[in-house]
């Protein structure tokens, strides 16, 4: 079974710039998280989605930040202007079925100078 | 106790023994707990998971406990190897939360061979 995959691994770009960051996750899962992790810290859940609809997005800085999953399959995260404290690994995660186990991808680590 | 940034806590094991990482979760309602190990470079990996009707969960090498009153998760490493070595991270996820993973703030294990 083939994991979470996520896009670009690295990325470095500098303050008040665009990124977009991509996710495809474990075929057939209806749940699909984006998380931020920051150095030294947990993941923070950013969004959530249930197939192509939001469940929450409470943590999500909206002024900057944006995320979609039109096709209730794969999934892109933008930040426009990027902050240096957007600084981070991004993870993609899917499940299966709510309150089961989360799968991660590798994640794409954002460096803004 | 706990360390904020970059400061993870840190456990010491040599090779061979046991390893107990200990994690204390915030909310009363939550019904469901996994454990994840991250690797450098890595996303979270699903290491062992339990729900909140159990308090003790077994898996290969690895023993998870619960205990409610004090709020409190526990893992059990038996003959904890040098690929054992990683941040190891509780999550909790509320009761009606929509499968919500919150995150701790991580514990390092170091095996020394």
């Known amino acids: 079974e083939a994991g979470v995959a996520q896009s670009p691994r690295y990325k470095i770009i500098e303050k008040r710039q665009s990124v977009a960051f991509w996710c495809n996750p474990i075929?057939?899962?209806?749940?699909l998280y984006w998380y931020q992790q920051i150095l030294g810290q947990g993941p923070k859940l950013l969004i959530q989605?249930?197939?192509?609809?939001?469940?929450?997005d409470s943590q999500l800085p909206k002024d900057r930040f944006s995320a979609e999953r039109l096709k209730g399959v794969d999934s892109t995260l933008k930040i426009q202007p990027a902050k240096l404290e957007d600084s981070a690994v991004y993870l993609c995660?899917?499940?299966?079925?709510?309150?089961?186990?989360?799968?991660f991808g590798q994640g794409t680590r954002l460096t803004v100078v | 106790g706990e360390s904020v940034g970059l400061h993870l806590p840190t456990l010491s094991v040599q090779e061979g023994d046991n390893s107990i990482i200990n994690c204390a979760y915030s909310?009363?309602?939550?019904?469901?707990f996994i454990w994840y190990k991250q690797e450098s470079g890595k996303g979270p990996q699903f290491i062992i998971d339990i729900r909140s009707n159990m308090d003790k969960r077994q898996g290969q090498r690895v023993t998870v406990l619960l205990n409610k009153t004090v709020k409190h998760l526990s893992l059990q490493i038996a003959a904890t190897q040098p690929g054992d070595s990683a941040v190891y991270f509780c999550a909790e996820n509320p009761r009606g939360s929509q499968g919500n993973l919150i995150f701790g703030k991580g514990t390092k294990l170091s095996v020394k061979p």
């Open positions: 075929s057939g899962h209806a749940t």
């Open positions: 989605f249930q197939n192509n609809g939001v469940v929450d």
């Open positions: 909310n009363s309602a939550s019904d469901y």
């Open positions: 995660a899917s499940s299966g079925t709510l309150n089961t186990e989360a799968f």
